[in-house]
């Protein structure tokens, strides 16, 4: 006899009304239906406004179903007993003044635990979070993976059945991503069942099974060696060589019939709409991974198109041999914390640099401090010539920058932010206009125009920063995490324009979580514990990652690196 469902789903539906008055209603989900037995993990994942997070929020009982049935426990969801149901929304739902003892007892007590009584259970949730030498420290203090962390820890206090994870990796680095899952598997238990809600289809391919949304109908149901499947034939790679690894990324990616491609550690990777392999010698046909099934179910069949938004980018590879940005002994310190210790490198124009580490590492801070917005405790820099310590102003003037956190106006439309930023740029009349025309075209804003900007799904908020971040085509381009919560055809759009953007002569800035992105650049720093503990080109982190043999890709030298300078302080304490 087959196991009773833990959730259950029937035909659920639900529509919202437009954003604006007049606007068409908006149907979240057509039709949904699923089940998910004791013990099982489902995979969440679809493009960009596909309907997750509203299918997450009636499955917690937070919103109430047009039509359709929604069981949890045999019970309608309306009689639920929150205490059997852990919820973890997207943004985590802290409070960042408080700290991670507080907020955790908080939710403790909200769910029916009292602290005081059940000491092992807070023992055991500090303990598997790594948090308990943290618990005076406020939450909004914490790095990205720690934050994420507590989250779950908030979510799931009072040891619930089903655990409903809303992108609980977004924004983490591939370490924290790592025990981010294992502490999901630590804490639900034999019994317990998980809903994983992700963008990261590589996340998502752990669990048993996957549900596929896209305009809020599912496209597929089953497990991810399914999902891949749909990829089958049509994958395609062939050895890469030294020279310019990103171009050929690029030349591949605008012949018609390829719906994308990637650079995986030495080979190039193609997905075809045929089975027939790119033109060019050397391709040979390779298995499908579920990313390259998620690209093909998503796929509207359109060819990639020169990128609009590096169109308007004057050509600036005149003077290649001077470094457009340059960091030179830059230290950062808060108090007794050293942030950021003796960073050196330089970016020359037409270049993508990319700083990696975990969350913590002290990346964000070099990237803040060559932006202007922190000031070194030692060491300087330059950017576009003009020196920080001195010409901070100058230096803005000459660089987009988009940050880790979306920091346009929630309360304005995507419309009066554009307008706003170009305006903040000089930017006035037809060319104030052209400007906001080829921006909204290139990144598909037209339909949010008259959408708050605060209410934009994550990955369309990304776009929107992309787009203000270049509006004035600067000759400097700082991007942090450009692509954390976008899906992965948004994120090959991404890539796309900022490849073209620095074929253009403007020097790139990026940080990024997702080696494949990595790869892109043309020489990359790790930093960790604060300190850069290599550089090179990601063919040179490869290569020296592990002693006496190459890693075959970038996150496998990402970790042996990081390993081994952890390794470091415990044989010197020996």
Same mark, same amino acid.
Request: charged share 20%.
């Given at each position: 006899?087959?196991?009773?469902?833990?959730?259950?789903?029937?035909?659920?539906?639900?529509?919202?009304?437009?954003?604006?008055?007049?606007?068409?209603?908006?149907?979240?989900?057509?039709?949904?239906?699923?089940?998910?037995?004791?013990?099982?993990?489902?995979?969440?994942?679809?493009?960009?406004?596909?309907?997750?997070?509203?299918?997450?929020?009636?499955?917690?009982?937070?919103?109430?179903?047009?039509?359709?049935?929604?069981?949890?426990?045999?019970?309608?969801?309306?009689?639920?007993?929150?205490?059997?149901?852990?919820?973890?929304?997207?943004?985590?739902?802290?409070?960042?003044?408080?700290?991670?003892?507080?907020?955790?007892?908080?939710?403790?007590?909200?769910?029916?635990?009292?602290?005081?009584?059940?000491?092992?259970?807070?023992?055991?949730?500090?303990?598997?979070?790594?948090?308990?030498?943290?618990?005076?420290?406020?939450?909004?203090?914490?790095?990205?993976?720690?934050?994420?962390?507590?989250?779950?820890?908030?979510?799931?206090?009072?040891?619930?059945?089903?655990?409903?994870?809303?992108?609980?990796?977004?924004?983490?680095?591939?370490?924290?991503?790592?025990?981010?899952?294992?502490?999901?598997?630590?804490?639900?238990?034999?019994?317990?069942?998980?809903?994983?809600?992700?963008?990261?289809?590589?996340?998502?391919?752990?669990?048993?099974?996957?549900?596929?949304?896209?305009?809020?109908?599912?496209?597929?149901?089953?497990?991810?060696? #399914? /999902? +891949?499947?749909?990829? =089958? !034939?049509?994958?395609?790679?062939?050895?890469?060589?030294?020279? $310019?690894? &990103?171009? *050929?990324?690029?030349?591949?990616?605008?012949?018609?019939?390829?719906?994308?491609?990637?650079?995986?550690?030495?080979?190039?990777?193609?997905?075809?709409?045929?089975?027939?392999?790119?033109?060019?010698?050397?391709?040979?046909?390779?298995?499908?991974?579920?990313?390259?099934?998620?690209?093909?179910?998503?796929?509207?069949?359109?060819?990639?198109?020169?990128?609009?938004?590096?169109?308007?980018?004057?050509?600036?590879?005149?003077?290649?041999?001077?470094?457009?940005?340059?960091?030179?002994?830059?230290?950062?310190?808060?108090?007794?914390?050293?942030?950021?210790?003796?960073?050196?490198?330089?970016?020359?124009?037409?270049?993508?640099?990319?700083?990696?580490?975990?969350?913590?590492?002290?990346?964000?801070?070099?990237?803040?401090?060559?932006? #202007? /917005? +922190?000031?070194?405790? =030692? !060491?300087?820099?330059?950017?576009?010539?003009?020196?920080?310590? $001195?010409? &901070?102003? *100058?230096?803005?003037?000459?660089?987009?920058?988009?940050?880790?956190?979306?920091?346009?106006?929630?309360?304005?439309?995507?419309?009066?932010?554009?307008?706003?930023?170009?305006?903040?740029?000089?930017?006035?009349?037809?060319?104030?206009?052209?400007?906001?025309?080829?921006?909204?075209?290139?990144?598909?804003?037209?339909?949010?125009?008259?959408?708050?900007?605060?209410?934009?799904?994550?990955?369309?908020?990304?776009?929107?920063?992309?787009?203000?971040?270049?509006?004035?085509?600067?000759?400097?381009?700082?991007?942090?995490?450009?692509?954390?919560?976008?899906?992965?055809?948004?994120?090959?759009?991404?890539?796309?324009?900022?490849?073209?953007?620095?074929?253009?002569?403007?020097?790139?800035?990026?940080?990024?979580?997702?080696?494949?992105?990595?790869?892109?650049?043309?020489?990359?720093?790790?930093?960790?514990?604060?300190?850069?503990?290599?550089? $090179?080109?990601?063919?040179?982190?490869?290569?020296?990652?592990?002693?006496?043999?190459?890693?075959?890709?970038?996150?496998?030298?990402?970790?042996?690196?990081?390993?081994?300078?952890?390794?470091?302080?415990?044989?010197?304490?020996?």
């Amino acid at each position: 006899m087959a196991e009773a469902p833990l959730l259950r789903l029937e035909g659920v539906s639900k529509r919202f009304k437009g954003a604006r008055r007049g606007a068409a209603p908006v149907d979240a989900l057509r039709g949904v239906s699923l089940s998910l037995a004791p013990g099982r993990k489902l995979g969440l994942v679809g493009p960009d406004a596909g309907g997750k997070t509203t299918l997450m929020r009636i499955m917690a009982g937070l919103v109430e179903a047009d039509a359709g049935a929604v069981e949890l426990f045999g019970q309608p969801v309306s009689e639920l007993d929150r205490n059997l149901v852990g919820y973890m929304p997207q943004s985590g739902a802290l409070y960042a003044e408080l700290t991670v003892r507080q907020n955790l007892e908080l939710y403790a007590r909200l769910r029916g635990v009292e602290p005081l009584e059940q000491p092992d259970r807070m023992e055991q949730l500090y303990r598997l979070t790594g948090l308990a030498a943290f618990t005076e420290r406020p939450a909004g203090k914490l790095s990205g993976g720690m934050r994420q962390k507590l989250a779950m820890a908030c979510a799931v206090v009072a040891a619930p059945r089903l655990m409903l994870l809303d992108e609980p990796s977004v924004g983490v680095d591939p370490v924290s991503r790592r025990e981010i899952w294992q502490l999901a598997l630590d804490l639900a238990g034999e019994t317990s069942s998980i809903v994983w809600t992700t963008n990261i289809i590589e996340d998502a391919a752990r669990c048993d099974e996957l549900l596929l949304l896209h305009e809020g109908a599912v496209l597929y149901a089953g497990p991810p060696d #399914g /999902l +891949a499947g749909h990829a =089958a !034939g049509q994958c395609f790679s062939r050895p890469l060589s030294d020279d $310019g690894p &990103r171009q *050929a990324l690029q030349a591949l990616q605008l012949q018609a019939g390829v719906i994308g491609g990637r650079i995986a550690g030495p080979r190039l990777h193609a997905l075809t709409r045929t089975s027939s392999p790119p033109s060019g010698p050397g391709w040979q046909a390779v298995a499908p991974s579920a990313d390259d099934g998620f690209s093909v179910m998503l796929d509207r069949g359109e060819d990639l198109q020169p990128s609009q938004l590096a169109e308007a980018f004057p050509l600036r590879l005149d003077q290649a041999d001077q470094p457009a940005i340059a960091a030179i002994g830059m230290t950062k310190r808060y108090g007794d914390f050293t942030a950021a210790q003796d960073i050196s490198f330089t970016v020359h124009p037409g270049e993508i640099f990319g700083l990696l580490g975990p969350n913590g590492a002290g990346k964000s801070t070099t990237f803040r401090m060559l932006c #202007g /917005l +922190a000031r070194p405790s =030692a !060491g300087r820099g330059t950017v576009a010539g003009r020196d920080l310590s $001195g010409g &901070r102003a *100058a230096a803005r003037e000459a660089m987009g920058y988009m940050p880790q956190r979306f920091s346009l106006y929630g309360d304005l439309s995507v419309a009066a932010n554009l307008r706003f930023v170009a305006g903040s740029y000089g930017l006035k009349g037809p060319a104030a206009r052209a400007a906001i025309e080829r921006v909204v075209a290139a990144l598909d804003l037209g339909p949010h125009w008259q959408a708050m900007s605060g209410l934009l799904p994550l990955g369309v908020k990304q776009r929107l920063a992309l787009g203000a971040a270049v509006m004035h085509t600067p000759p400097v381009l700082f991007l942090d995490e450009p692509t954390s919560g976008v899906d992965p055809l948004v994120r090959r759009e991404f890539w796309h324009h900022i490849n073209a953007i620095a074929a253009r002569g403007t020097a790139v800035l990026v940080t990024t979580h997702f080696m494949d992105e990595a790869e892109n650049c043309d020489r990359l720093l790790l930093i960790n514990q604060s300190e850069a503990i290599a550089t $090179g080109t990601p063919r040179d982190l490869r290569r020296n990652a592990l002693p006496g043999l190459a890693a075959d890709t970038l996150e496998e030298a990402f970790f042996a690196l990081i390993e081994a300078q952890r390794q470091v302080p415990a044989e010197v304490a020996a």
